[in-house]
């Protein structure tokens, strides 16, 4: 439909059939335009940014209604990557072997490879609202049992971020509604936990950032009370000399984009609760000969480094 305006002595007609005409292949707005001047002005060029929010407009409400840009910055990805290794997907094709496993949250500013400048394959990823570790989680034992056991990570990363929604939300008297409010409220107990600590910090956005620090590190805890992450470590510590999967307390600052280590003694923490969570010794290890570290297949074990039975 033509479309024709006036400005200043301006005749411009552009003929268009609607916004998304002016959209190329990789959705950047694009203008045909034919014009001819009435007097002494060219282009009106707030006519021609009216005209171009207007199909940014309708590009954004094609967006919402389908997802073709997501393909279209994928092959862009991929053509970007085998641009600077022309290997890289067939190294991807032939399986993964990373050396760290990173449980953070699920929120979306957050992004582990990223963060970490790692690529694809470099990292196994779980992720959650507010990073919880929690033992009746069929989906994160999941990951943890196959990363530990079969990936054989050496390292696990438990990464927290300020402005957590689900830490902010524990510290609120409000019902979140199920299941929300039940996975919140493993963050409350970490509030029962250090409740004393965290009421004598007035600033509320303060006690926020505490927190999320004070979940990081029980959820850390709650990593090393498992078996499958015991078992590792005390094999591991008797062949190479020491215990991995190292496990590692960080938080994230959206704010200015660093990662923060916190002040962790996995040890010093394990040593309060042995008598409680310590299901294997070294002295089970006795006799060991080097042989390859064996997977639990089921319920009877023929070692007695993968019995959780007292002897």
Request: aromatic residues 10%; proline residues 4%.
């Amino acid at each position: 439909m033509p479309l024709a305006t006036g400005f200043m002595g301006l005749c411009t007609v552009l003929t268009i059939t609607s916004a998304s005409a002016f959209l190329s292949n990789s959705g950047v707005p694009r203008f045909r335009a034919h014009s001819r001047s009435c007097g002494r002005s060219s282009f009106n060029k707030r006519f021609i940014s009216a005209l171009k929010a207007t199909a940014d407009k309708e590009k954004e409400i094609l967006d919402r209604k389908h997802i073709e840009h997501v393909f279209a910055a994928n092959r862009l990805w991929a053509d970007e990557m085998t641009k600077t290794d022309q290997q890289f997907f067939t190294r991807q094709n032939a399986g993964q072997s990373p050396k760290y496993l990173w449980i953070g949250c699920s929120d979306a500013r957050v992004p582990a490879n990223e963060l970490v400048g790692l690529n694809p394959g470099e990292v196994y990823v779980h992720r959650n609202v507010a990073n919880l570790v929690v033992n009746t989680d069929f989906n994160g034992m999941s990951v943890l049992q196959y990363a530990v056991e079969f990936l054989e990570v050496e390292h696990i990363i438990v990464c927290g971020h300020y402005q957590c929604g689900g830490v902010k939300a524990a510290l609120e008297a409000t019902d979140h509604a199920s299941p929300l409010e039940n996975w919140i409220r493993n963050i409350r107990d970490v509030v029962r936990l250090h409740q004393d600590m965290l009421l004598a910090i007035p600033d509320k956005a303060t006690r926020q950032r505490r927190l999320v620090e004070l979940n990081v590190v029980e959820q850390c805890i709650n990593v090393h009370k498992l078996a499958v992450v015991q078992r590792r470590r005390l094999f591991t510590r008797v062949r190479d000399g020491f215990a991995y999967p190292r496990i590692h307390g960080v938080v994230f600052d959206p704010s200015v984009g660093e990662l923060h280590r916190l002040k962790w003694d996995p040890e010093q923490h394990a040593d309060k609760m042995q008598d409680v969570y310590k299901l294997y010794d070294i002295e089970a290890m006795a006799g060991y000969n080097g042989e390859p570290y064996e997977k639990r297949s089921g319920t009877i074990w023929r070692k007695s480094l993968y019995n959780r039975r007292p002897a």
